[in-house]
């Protein structure tokens, strides 16, 4: 019985796992190749002569843009379903990839962000409903498959760019935005699923569920919910951005060596991501998110004093941890307004696009006076804010009651 099995006949198909490993492997896709443009961070840095502020706002210009866009995408697509969206947001990231590859400025290089980030702004909210929509009521398993997609598109990223763009050059990157294209045949397919589900949704008249709890509760359980999205994505972000310059300060890697630390975390967070899933269908979406946040404090609090070999082993534990609920904070936000799943869908993504960009930027600024390793002493005690999440409320289900 999945966490919301009363609700499932009026939102969703039976589970069609084609479906979710092709928009998982679109999600692949596309945050490889949006992650490509992390993973350039030192290479632009040399040869735009960027200090860290520079850096800092080029994930801001990326992020800020698929925050704000992403919450009125999903808005307008709970009014109006646009399947055939999802292949146009691959055309927008291969553009963007393009003028990166070519850029002979930094405001091109931040155009080249800006449509990265309209990229994601389209892709998620419609891709999320569609996973809701293929998973047979299987929401947390569902997202998960969907989820780690994207997280193991964005630890693949770093290996491109140490073993290809890096050797080759920035240009190279126009051959990796190939990739695009295989995304955008793919989402044509996806598109036609959906268009298919909506026009039968259309003739057997099937209204969206209702919400569980009453409207104060769940007032109070998405204020607790975004709370964790932007400090979740707050700390995230000072390890994406930032890691690989900490461990070239702090252990004197070279650019290879540290794209190999930013894959092991990434490559572990993908891991955590799939396996929250699973854990949550079967334990609920609160224990699930509990098990994330309390389990990593310890971790990311050891993590600034670790010597290079310890700190392999803590960002692994870290991604696995901290990732499984990744996942599972927006399926619980979507089962509190199970009808506005791309609004939801939107505005979670969005926050962590758009917390993620202004902490990228706040702390490269900070950086460039304290130093980077200064930096990320004090972003370890971020997850002990996540602890609000102790105050979320019971889903009435079977599977929350086990939470």
């Known amino acids: 019985m999945a966490a919301s099995d009363s609700s499932a006949p009026?939102?969703?198909?039976?589970?069609?796992?084609?479906?979710?490993?092709?928009?998982?492997?679109?999600?692949?896709?596309?945050?490889?190749?949006?992650?490509?443009?992390?993973?350039?961070?030192?290479?632009?840095?040399?040869?735009?002569?960027?200090?860290?502020?520079?850096?800092?706002?080029?994930?801001?210009?990326?992020?800020?843009?698929?925050?704000?866009?992403?919450p009125m995408i999903g808005y307008v697509t709970d009014r109006k379903p646009m399947p055939y969206s999802l292949p146009a947001s691959m055309l927008s990231t291969g553009i963007g990839l393009v003028l990166l590859a070519h850029a002979h400025s930094f405001a091109m290089l931040l155009v080249g962000a800006c449509l990265i980030g309209t990229g994601s702004a389209i892709f998620h909210p419609e891709a999320s409903r569609v996973t809701r929509l293929a998973s047979g009521g299987r929401f947390g398993f569902a997202q998960s498959v969907f989820q780690v997609g994207g997280n193991g598109g964005g630890a693949i990223g770093p290996l491109l760019a140490a073993y290809f763009v890096l050797p080759f050059g920035q240009s190279s990157v126009s051959w990796a935005a190939l990739g695009t294209f295989a995304g955008f045949v793919m989402l044509l397919r996806v598109s036609a699923w959906y268009a298919r589900f909506e026009r039968r949704s259309a003739k057997t008249g099937r209204s969206p569920a209702a919400s569980p709890l009453p409207k104060r509760t769940i007032i109070i359980a998405l204020s607790l919910l975004v709370f964790l999205q932007v400090v979740r994505a707050t700390y995230s972000s000072s390890l994406n951005t930032y890691l690989l310059f900490y461990t070239m300060t702090q252990f004197?890697?070279?650019?290879?060596?540290?794209?190999?630390?930013?894959f092991l975390f990434l490559a572990a967070?993908?891991?955590?991501?799939?396996?929250g899933g699973p854990i949550s269908d079967r334990f609920g979406y609160r224990f699930t998110i509990w098990f994330s946040i309390i389990g990593t404090i310890p971790f990311a609090l050891a993590l600034p004093y670790a010597d290079l070999t310890w700190t392999y082993v803590l960002v692994a534990v870290?991604?696995?941890?901290?990732?499984s609920s990744h996942a599972i904070i927006v399926v619980f936000a979507q089962e509190l307004i199970p009808s506005r799943v791309g609004t939801i869908a939107g505005v979670f993504f969005g926050l962590s696009f758009g917390a993620g960009g202004l902490t990228a930027a706040a702390l490269g600024y900070l950086a460039d006076f304290y130093g980077i390793v200064f930096i990320y002493a004090v972003c370890s005690w971020m997850p002990l804010l996540c602890l609000v999440t102790l105050l979320l409320p019971r889903l009435p289900s079977r599977e929350e009651k086990l939470g």
Do not use: E, W
């Open 318 to 323: 870290i991604g696995l941890i901290f990732a």
């Open 252 to 262: 004197s890697l070279d650019g290879r060596s540290a794209q190999m630390v930013l």
């Open 269 to 275: 967070s993908a891991v955590g991501t799939l396996l």
């Open 10 to 70: 009026q939102s969703v198909a039976k589970l069609s796992m084609s479906i979710l490993i092709f928009i998982s492997a679109c999600h692949f896709v596309n945050d490889v190749m949006q992650s490509l443009l992390v993973s350039l961070y030192p290479l632009l840095k040399a040869n735009y002569h960027l200090d860290f502020f520079h850096v800092g706002l080029l994930t801001l210009a990326y992020q800020a843009t698929a925050s704000l866009l992403q």
